[in-house]
Nanobody, 126 residues
Framework: VQLQASGGGLVQAGGSLRLSCAVS????????IGWFRQAPGKEREGVSC???????YYADSVKGRFTISKDHAKNTVYLQMNSLKPEDTAVYYC?????????????????????WGQGTQVTVSS
């Protein structure tokens, strides 16, 4: 299942953005879901995730600046990004099926390329 991320844009360093990922295909309550990003020339990396049991994890690079949350009524997951830095510039994706969400250092996305939806571009200018 491909999930579509939205809410990206161009922002100055120090600014904020909130990304959204509305899910219609299944109920988020029973699945882990995560945010991932891919910067130009780099591999896709895990940013943050919520496990199926509700545990929340963040990559070290975003800890203290990004907040992941889930709106059960809207079946939507958000990524609030504050204090953005130029190095946060990337295409951001959300994904659920096939992700690993075990710790701050164990956030990985689906290995099936067909499981990635269209991401949203976040550009942070210095």
């Amino acid at each position: 299942v491909q999930l579509q991320a939205s809410g990206g844009g161009l922002v100055q360093a120090g600014g904020s953005l909130r990304l959204s990922c509305a899910v219609s295909e299944f109920t988020l309550d029973y699945y882990a879901i995560g945010w991932f990003r891919q910067a130009p020339g780099k591999e896709r990396e895990g940013v943050s995730c919520i496990s199926s049991s509700g545990s929340i994890y963040y990559a070290d690079s975003v800890k203290g600046r990004f907040t992941i949350s889930k709106d059960h009524a809207k079946n939507t997951v958000y990524l609030q990004m504050n204090s953005l830095k130029p190095e946060d510039t990337a295409v951001y994706y959300c994904a659920a099926h096939g992700i690993l969400c075990y710790s701050d250092h164990e956030i990985s996305g689906p290995t099936d390329s067909g499981s990635w939806g269209q991401g949203t571009q976040v550009t942070v200018s210095s």
